[in-house]
């Protein structure tokens, strides 16, 4: 197993105690901050090469460097804890675990892009982990570390949270401020982007709980030591949530770059029964299929995984074993992706619906040989011709699933037109 | 509607936003903790009080789905059955909390106890398959152990 440390879910007794996290070092990295130009802070996060946790692995440093230096309007962050995508369960477990090390990233996050007000965004389903953030975040405001000229540097932050009602779009970022803002959670067409028209039209970012989380490391030990955990285009510790047919499901914290064949054998425990791997979902129900036999040396990272034909999105990895009957699977997530459309766009409102339709007749073994090209036909006319992801979201497992596994489809076809 | 107290919450959440309309989601969730379901006329002393017209408000609360506009049975059974939890027999765990609690998804028992939903993907999938009861959550669930924790509910 590969070995490593636990940084964002570290192995000691009572963490998310403000007195434990302070007695191991914590808050000492917002400190440091203080001390330095906040021009220098987004650059050692540039540096580190940190990627969003959120599902594009976007660089966070960059996404920072967008935000106006000088603003005559108040500036915004959202951290993004709306956790929603099937097969994703990672921020609930830095609530549960280490709050704190989440506060102190928000804190230098703001301190680097000069922000005053950060909304931490936490689907309502949530409630007893949105109660322990909040306590996290009361006892960090009684030690002076958020509010009024923290720690006499004269500079000033409030964090809030806001608690979401169950809907899975609200996670898309500009859908996620219409939400804040007190109304239905539709995306907003972009650009204008965040950096320039955000929450109430004022610049704004929008960054992930585990990136936050992150960013305490990076100031603590220096941008050199980060970049060189994992994988070097996509590094740092990453949380791989493992589910499906594996004996120990949960939360891993590997480095970037460690073998999915390494996470579900020797992480998770491997497949009960000893039965065979089938598929993988390796991040998250948006991302592309693979069949067992394209895994080979593929690695939990932007690159490696790209190169295979999918993505690390959320780094949700869903397992199923031999056998596991696929199309149920993807129609299920049809479904899902049907009933969280908001919508605002015709191909995915319609075509959503009409996926899930034509799945539930290769389901009950209705299906007519043309239904595989025209579940294709639809996937395809709804990719990039909508206004945010959801599309996409929705027609990419169709897609990888009728290129690698077209048997399966062939397998439910009405009798009649065998 | 909603009482003094709960008026007060409102206004201070009020604070920290820069527009009113933004406590509309905490003021939706304080009057749904308060009686178990929002009902027209606090959607409407709700609008009174953010300065908004009902039809807006109500757009929100149909729009979430954790948002009731009907009353509840004493209980909220959510069961996931999103992949994750399909994978791991989520779908024996809702026939079991169908039969246990005399309702089928989507629907309230006659008496009044139970409301069982079928629900998306909570977050929880390591720990599949799982309900929700409320706020509770219920994890590496089997038929038995659904029906253990149902029937021991008061
Ligand atoms: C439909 C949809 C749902 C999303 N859900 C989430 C989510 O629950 N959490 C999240 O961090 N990002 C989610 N995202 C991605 C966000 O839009 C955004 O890219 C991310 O929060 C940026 O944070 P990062 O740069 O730190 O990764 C979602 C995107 C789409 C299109
Ligand atoms: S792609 Fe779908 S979810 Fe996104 S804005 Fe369009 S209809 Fe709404
Ligand atoms: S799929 Fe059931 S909790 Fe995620």
Wanted: hydrophobic share 35%.
């Amino acid at each position: 197993m590969t070995q490593t440390e636990h940084y964002i879910l570290p192995d000691i007794p009572e963490y998310h105690r403000i007195d434990v996290y302070e007695s191991n070092g914590g808050y000492a990295a917002f400190r440091k901050a203080l001390g330095m130009k906040p021009d220098e802070v987004t650059d050692e996060v540039k540096k580190s090469n940190l990627r969003g946790r959120g599902g594009a692995c976007f660089p966070t440093g960059l996404k920072w460097t967008f935000m106006p230096k000088t603003s005559d309007k108040p500036k915004y962050l959202a951290v993004n804890g709306d956790e929603s995508e099937p097969g994703t369960f990672k921020d609930r477990q830095i609530f549960e675990q280490n709050p704190h090390q989440l506060i102190e990233g928000i804190l230098i996050g703001c301190y680097a892009m000069g922000i005053t007000v950060a909304y931490v965004y936490i689907r309502g389903e949530y409630g007893k982990w949105i109660k322990m953030l909040q306590a996290a975040v009361d006892a960090a405001y009684e030690k002076g570390y958020i509010g009024k000229n923290i720690l006499g540097s004269g500079f000033s932050t409030e964090i809030y949270l806001h608690k979401g009602a169950g809907a899975y779009i609200c996670g898309e970022e500009s859908s996620l401020m219409n939400s804040i803002e007190g109304e239905r959670g539709y995306p907003r067409i972009k650009p204008p982007f965040p950096a320039q028209r955000g929450l109430w039209g004022c610049p704004t970012t929008i960054n992930n709980v585990e990136t936050m989380t992150n960013v305490p490391l990076i100031i603590t030990k220096g941008w050199e030591w980060y970049s060189k955990i994992g994988n070097v285009k996509h590094p740092g510790p990453i949380l791989v949530g493992i589910s499906g047919h594996v004996n120990k499901p949960g939360v891993y914290e590997v480095p970037t770059g460690v073998p999915l064949l390494e996470l579900i054998h020797t992480y998770a425990g491997g497949i009960p029964g000893d039965k065979k791997l089938k598929a993988v979902i390796p991040g998250g129900s948006s991302t592309m299929i693979l069949r067992a036999d394209q895994l080979d040396g593929v690695c939990m990272d932007a690159d490696s995984l790209k190169a295979a034909g999918s993505s690390v999105g959320t780094a949700g990895l869903i397992v199923m074993d031999e056998e596991t009957d696929l199309i149920r699977i993807l129609s299920r997530l049809a479904k899902f992706y049907h009933h969280e459309s908001c919508g605002q766009c015709t191909p995915c409102r319609e075509g959503t619906g009409w996926l899930h339709k034509v799945l539930e007749r290769f389901e009950h073994h209705q299906a007519k040989t043309e239904d595989i090209d025209l579940l294709l036909d639809i996937a395809n006319n709804i990719e990039g011709n909508t206004i945010c992801a959801l599309g996409d979201a929705a027609a990419w497992p169709v897609q990888s699933m009728v290129r690698r596994f077209r048997g399966e489809f062939e397998k439910c076809l009405a009798p009649a037109s065998h | 509607m909603l009482n003094e107290e709960n008026l007060k919450k409102i206004e201070e959440i009020g604070k920290r936003y820069p527009e009113a309309k933004a406590a509309l989601l905490p003021a939706l969730w304080i009057a749904q903790e308060q009686d178990g379901w929002i009902s027209e006329e606090t959607m409407k002393q709700i609008g009174d009080l953010l300065g908004l017209p009902y039809g807006h408000v109500l757009g929100v609360v149909t729009f979430y789905t954790m948002f009731n506009s009907k009353p509840l049975g004493t209980y909220h059974i959510e069961v996931c059955t999103n992949a994750s939890c399909q994978l791991r027999g989520s779908d024996k765990i809702l026939r079991k909390v169908e039969h246990v609690c005399s309702a089928g998804a989507g629907h309230t028992s006659p008496d009044g106890k139970w409301t069982v939903n079928e629900v998306e993907c909570m977050g929880a999938c390591g720990g599949a398959p799982m309900i929700a009861i409320g706020e509770e959550y219920y994890e590496n669930l089997t038929p038995d152990k659904v029906e253990e924790i149902l029937r021991k509910l008061p």
